[in-house]
């Protein structure tokens, strides 16, 4: 449903100033054996270009079954759709293992940044995972960013997009076309 709504909405209004928009994709979903399929043809009936959608996926769907997952995303990467990896830094796989598969950006999750203006620490640990992600290719999106000090202190850790409710919240889809434009 929400593959459909999103490239509808791409589709109807070609002007939209958005680079792309991302969805979320269920481990059931990855299990699909025609999601590839299902993808494109979904782009295909509302001429959305695929680089204007992005996929997102979690630690968790990766760790299930890697080799899976690989030729999976292999198979819609070669579309031309990008994959981002949500959620990173809650622990449920190794780096090593993520860094070999077709991700554009990592999202770092919302809870690396809880301490992030009090603890040197955990400035320590975001601005190394940035640097890490960075020297890999992946651009760092910080997610569930809420004030403009965290916004501020992550722009000098080296993030490269913030996402969060300090921007925006989410909205309806006729209150996101007027935001967009």
Do not use: W
């Not at 292999?74 to 449920?92: E, K, N, T, W």
């Not at 009090?118 to 999106?141: C, N, P, Y």
Request: charged share 25%; glycine share 4%.
């Amino acid at each position: 449903i929400v593959l459909e709504k999103v490239c509808r909405l791409l589709g109807e209004n070609p002007a939209l100033e958005v680079e792309s928009i991302s969805i979320n994709l269920s481990m059931q979903q990855f299990l699909d054996l025609h999601i590839c399929q299902r993808i494109t043809a979904c782009l295909q009936r509302y001429q959305v270009p695929p680089d204007k959608l992005k996929i997102e996926i979690t630690e968790r769907v990766i760790a299930y079954d890697l080799p899976y997952i690989r030729s999976v995303m292999d198979r819609i990467a070669q579309v031309g759709i990008g994959f981002y990896l949500d959620d990173f830094g809650i622990g449920y796989s190794n780096f090593s293992s993520i860094m070999h598969l077709p991700f554009e950006c990592v999202k770092l999750d919302r809870s690396l940044f809880d301490k992030l203006l009090v603890s040197k620490k955990d400035r320590t640990i975001v601005q190394t995972m940035i640097e890490l992600a960075h020297s890999v290719g992946f651009q760092v999106v910080s997610e569930g960013i809420e004030t403009q000090q965290q916004a501020d202190l992550l722009m000098v850790l080296g993030t490269d997009r913030i996402q969060g409710y300090h921007y925006a919240r989410p909205m309806a889809e006729k209150e996101f076309l007027a935001f967009h434009h």
